[in-house]
């Protein structure tokens, strides 16, 4: 039996506390996927699946249910410090074709910066997933607002989440997530 997504939502939290484990959890509630258990897998956007909003794709989970995600996630106890952790996703416009999911994780990096990021490695990823050459400096169509791999257009988005480590050293974790729903 094949389990082929129809849908997936993005979504993001921040959470502290003195203990690392908990920080997590704290991050994981703030993004609402607390109650899952949540298996990671790589990086395919299923062909035809749609992207809805967290509250719509809550709607199909149950407290418990095993879901899968692509996740990423960053932690740090430093005061101060900058981390972020964002997906970037790579969606050609033809719906019948496959796209790509990136996990990025940083240090000292703006939400701006890191979820950049995360697009640019989406679409390179699709590009060379799919045999094709990508330069990152030529594939990019600044009027359009999307990528041209040869001759396929490319919308990309992400979710980011960043926070600056707590001021009294308490554990920061940051985790940003695309959420695969089976109806």
């Known amino acids: ?4 997504p129809s849908k997936l939502f993005l979504t993001k939290g921040v959470g502290r506390h003195k203990e690392q484990l908990n ?15 949540l298996v990671s897998v ?3 956007f299923p062909p035809g699946a749609r992207i809805v909003s967290r509250e719509a794709g809550l709607r199909y989970l149950t407290a418990g249910q095993i879901v899968h995600t692509v996740i990423s996630k960053n932690a740090t106890n430093e005061p101060n410090r900058l981390i972020s952790a964002s997906i970037g996703i790579a969606l050609p ?3 019948k074709r496959f796209g ?13 910066v890191a979820g950049d990021y995360a697009e640019d490695l ?3 990823m ?6 094709i050459p ?6 990019w169509d600044e009027n359009k607002e999307e990528w041209k791999i040869k001759g396929i257009r490319v919308r990309t988005r992400n979710v980011t989440q960043s926070a600056q480590g707590d001021i009294k050293g308490l554990w920061t974790t940051v985790v940003a997530a695309a959420i695969l729903v089976t109806e």
């Open 93 to 95: 416009k033809d719906l």
């Open 122 to 124: 989406a679409a390179e």
């Open 100 to 112: 790509y999911l990136s996990e990025h994780h940083g240090f000292g990096q703006t939400q701006k």
């Open 23 to 37: 920080s997590f959890e704290m991050a994981l509630r703030n993004a609402s996927i607390a109650q899952f258990n």
């Open 134 to 139: 990508f330069d990152v400096d030529k594939s």
């Open 42 to 44: 790589s990086s395919i």
């Open 126 to 131: 699709l590009a060379t997933t799919m045999g």
């Open 1 to 4: 039996m094949a389990i082929v």
